[in-house]
């Protein structure tokens, strides 16, 4: 598996927390703070200008990827990234967490970084991310479509167009 790292600023319930999960099971290293994000890793942002694709995958591979645990309560003010990772954003998904089953873009930490894998062409992985939960399927079935046109977009472009059809 290539190299996992979440940064938790502890904003969500501890029993229901993915990140604290997934830290858990060794499937994602923690970052302490956010100076040690590794140079050049992609960091998952909702706010990034640019969708997440395959062209990343080099990049994620070499670097790793960091999905960042906040409270969607507080989204707007997430924290600032340094210039030298590559911020991305999730195209549109819908969440199969408890918590936000069903809702657009509320994806958990396990969730985002699941979709991430998947989306770069790293199916297993993404698989192995979601074992840990009990939901963790629900996610792939529901969004299998999308998933499936998303991983097969070679661009960022391709994908926000393939998004569009999803968001009319």
Known sequence: MLPLYVYDEGQCDPKKCTAKKMVRFRLVEP????????FGS???NPMAEKAL???DSKKAIKNGIVVLDLSWKNI???PKMRNDVAQRALPYLLAANPVNWGKPLRLSSAEALSAALYIMGFKDDASKI???FSWGEQFISLNKEPLDRYSSAETSEEVVRIQLEYCQ
Do not use: D, G, N, Y
């Open 53 to 55: 694709s395959r062209e």
């Open 76 to 78: 707007e003010t997430f």
């Open 130 to 132: 979601l074992a840990k």
């Open 42 to 44: 992609v960091v998952l």
């Open 31 to 38: 970052l302490s703070s956010l100076k040690i994000i590794p």
